[in-house]
């Protein structure tokens, strides 16, 4: 058996304990972030390594005219996802994402959700070029991952609890292979849901030349008031430093 079947095996394997799991905080939390972000009901989301269908299901929700494709090696992870959530506007499909194709034409989202420390290292830069290349400048990249020092911390410690291939993914190879696939980072975040610093969040988009876009202009009347009343605070301060 080689690699790619051994990980199909695995999660294939792997279908009951997810859908006795359920959708947990983590996945509820991508969500949340992704709402944050602005996911509305007529967008299109490519999601790659959808497992189950969790996070489509909440995706689901959202988007009521949109497109969901939502794509993962496991077959019989597919094949459950397409018995319990499919939809006319969600598109189930068993590929290996590091080939993905894809009918959407530049979707709005794309995400990689606890899937990179998954795939191998040296693969990583292919993918990162092929999903640059099914994007605009309206689209957003978003990656779910957790931090390398609490991979590390599990292969030490509870190697028994992790899957077929787990992985760190380090910080400053991954920036390095996203700036090479004419990605810009813009938001950072790490953060905990059961233990602090567990998981990164990161939002990428293409690379645009910079322009001279005044923040006034795309304010509310209510936040253009509120930065008057700052700048007038400020001024107050200056005059007795």
């Given at each position: 058996m080689d690699e790619k079947q051994t990980v199909e095996a695995f999660y294939d394997s792997y279908v009951?304990?997810?859908?006795?799991?359920?959708?947990?905080?983590?996945?509820?939390?991508?969500?949340?972030?992704?709402?944050?972000?602005?996911?509305?009901?007529?967008?299109?989301?490519?999601?790659?390594?959808?497992?189950?269908?969790?996070?489509?299901?909440?995706?689901?929700?959202t988007i009521h005219s949109g497109k969901i494709e939502a794509?993962?090696?496991?077959?019989?992870s597919i094949a459950y996802a397409k018995e319990k959530f499919a939809s006319a506007r969600v598109q189930f499909k068993t590929q290996?994402?590091?080939?993905?194709?894809?009918q959407l034409k530049f979707p709005r989202f794309i995400t990689l959700i606890d899937v990179l420390e998954h795939i191998p290292l040296e693969k990583h830069s292919a993918?990162?070029?092929?999903?640059?290349?099914?994007?605009?400048?309206?689209?957003?990249?978003v990656i779910n991952l957790p931090n390398p020092d609490y991979i590390e911390y599990d292969i030490a410690l509870e190697a028994e609890s992790l899957q077929v291939i787990d992985q760190p993914v380090p910080f400053a190879a991954m920036i390095q292979q996203l700036d090479q696939a004419n990605l810009e980072l813009l938001r950072y975040e790490k953060y905990g849901i059961w233990h602090h610093d567990e998981y990164q969040w990161f939002v990428l988009r293409i690379k645009r030349p910079f322009q001279e876009l005044p923040i006034d202009d795309s304010l509310s009347f209510w936040e253009k008031v509120n930065r008057r009343i700052k700048r007038y605070k400020m001024r107050r301060l200056g005059k007795h430093a």
């Amino acid at each position: 058996m080689d690699e790619k079947q051994t990980v199909e095996a695995f999660y294939d394997s792997y279908v009951p304990s997810q859908s006795e799991t359920g959708i947990n905080d983590r996945i509820f939390s991508v969500y949340e972030r992704m709402l944050g972000l602005g996911l509305s009901a007529s967008d299109e989301v490519l999601e790659l390594g959808c497992g189950i269908g969790l996070l489509t299901y909440l995706l689901k929700r959202t988007i009521h005219s949109g497109k969901i494709e939502a794509i993962d090696i496991s077959e019989a992870s597919i094949a459950y996802a397409k018995e319990k959530f499919a939809s006319a506007r969600v598109q189930f499909k068993t590929q290996d994402i590091t080939e993905f194709e894809t009918q959407l034409k530049f979707p709005r989202f794309i995400t990689l959700i606890d899937v990179l420390e998954h795939i191998p290292l040296e693969k990583h830069s292919a993918l990162f070029q092929r999903i640059a290349g099914v994007m605009n400048e309206a689209s957003l990249f978003v990656i779910n991952l957790p931090n390398p020092d609490y991979i590390e911390y599990d292969i030490a410690l509870e190697a028994e609890s992790l899957q077929v291939i787990d992985q760190p993914v380090p910080f400053a190879a991954m920036i390095q292979q996203l700036d090479q696939a004419n990605l810009e980072l813009l938001r950072y975040e790490k953060y905990g849901i059961w233990h602090h610093d567990e998981y990164q969040w990161f939002v990428l988009r293409i690379k645009r030349p910079f322009q001279e876009l005044p923040i006034d202009d795309s304010l509310s009347f209510w936040e253009k008031v509120n930065r008057r009343i700052k700048r007038y605070k400020m001024r107050r301060l200056g005059k007795h430093a």
